[in-house]
């Protein structure tokens, strides 16, 4: 019976550092939302932006402000630029960025 015991008590310390981990391990999108906008030049700099599957596109006033070196740092996988049009390849999380720069801008 003690056997038991020490095998439930070893088994809810391990759901409890799963649970710790995962909870630290979960990005915080309106941070990293807040940070692309500033790294776009600010919410007055972007006229328009869209997802499209793993892609964030942004069109802007002035291209030249935006700090890619920061964007890729953020965790872009990379980034195209077309005239004062951005595409960023964020994978995954472009959705995720989206909804939350729409609740910003």
């Known amino acids: 019976m003690d056997t038991f015991i020490q095998y439930g008590i070893i088994l809810i310390i391990l759901l409890l550092i799963s649970l710790v981990v995962r909870k630290l391990m979960r990005r915080d999108f309106s941070i990293e939302a807040n940070k692309l906008i500033n790294y776009l030049g600010g919410k007055e700099n972007i006229v328009s932006a869209e997802c499209n599957m793993s892609r964030f596109k942004v069109l802007l006033k002035d291209i030249s402000i ?23 390849i964020f994978g995954k999380d472009a959705r995720q960025l989206k909804k939350y720069i729409d609740e910003i801008i």
């Not at 890619?68 to 960023?88: M, R, T, Y």
């Open 66 to 88: 935006v700090d890619k070196e920061a964007i890729g740092k953020l965790g872009a996988k990379g980034i195209v630029e077309i005239d004062n049009q951005l595409k960023i």
